[in-house]
């Protein structure tokens, strides 16, 4: 599976230099990589694909997939990704917003009572 420069790329150039099979082409402004030429860097010295391994925006290089489902499961997983994310931010905004609520009711009850 091939991978493909998004419309997130910078035009940094540091993909072309560090593609060990020469599948990054450039036309124009417009930066892409040749399928025929990719090889996820499979069967080089390097455990993972350089295009992506080097790239400054992180989202500028990603993998292209083919199969409509596989496709379909990566954005899912993305997006419950997010969400989990944000259930942590919520889950520890409720226990910081609780602690301090029962701080501040134990402090009130403490005056009434004259403590």
Same mark, same amino acid.
């Given at each position: 599976?091939?991978?493909?420069?998004?419309?997130?790329?910078?035009?940094?150039?540091?993909?072309?230099?560090?593609?060990?099979?020469?599948?990054?082409?450039?036309?124009?402004?417009?930066?892409?990589?040749?399928?025929?030429?990719?090889?996820?860097?499979?069967?080089?010295?390097?455990?993972?694909?350089?295009?992506? %391994?080097?790239?400054?925006?992180?989202? /500028?290089?990603?993998?292209?997939?083919? #199969? !409509? $489902? @596989?496709? =379909? *499961? %990566?954005?899912?997983?993305?997006?419950? /990704?997010?969400?989990?994310?944000?259930? #942590? !931010? $919520? @889950?520890? =905004? *409720?226990?910081?917003?609780?602690?301090?609520?029962?701080?501040?009711?134990?402090?009130?009850?403490?005056?009434?009572?004259?403590?």
């Amino acid at each position: 599976m091939a991978y493909k420069i998004t419309s997130q790329c910078i035009s940094c150039n540091l993909c072309e230099s560090v593609c060990p099979t020469g599948a990054i082409k450039v036309e124009g402004s417009r930066h892409w990589i040749d399928s025929e030429l990719c090889t996820d860097c499979v069967g080089t010295i390097h455990t993972v694909p350089q295009c992506k %391994a080097g790239c400054p925006t992180c989202d /500028g290089c990603v993998k292209e997939t083919n #199969d !409509y $489902w @596989e496709s =379909w *499961f %990566a954005k899912y997983n993305r997006v419950v /990704g997010k969400l989990t994310k944000k259930q #942590d !931010y $919520w @889950e520890r =905004w *409720f226990d910081c917003y609780s602690q301090k609520f029962s701080e501040q009711i134990q402090k009130h009850q403490g005056e009434i009572l004259g403590v």
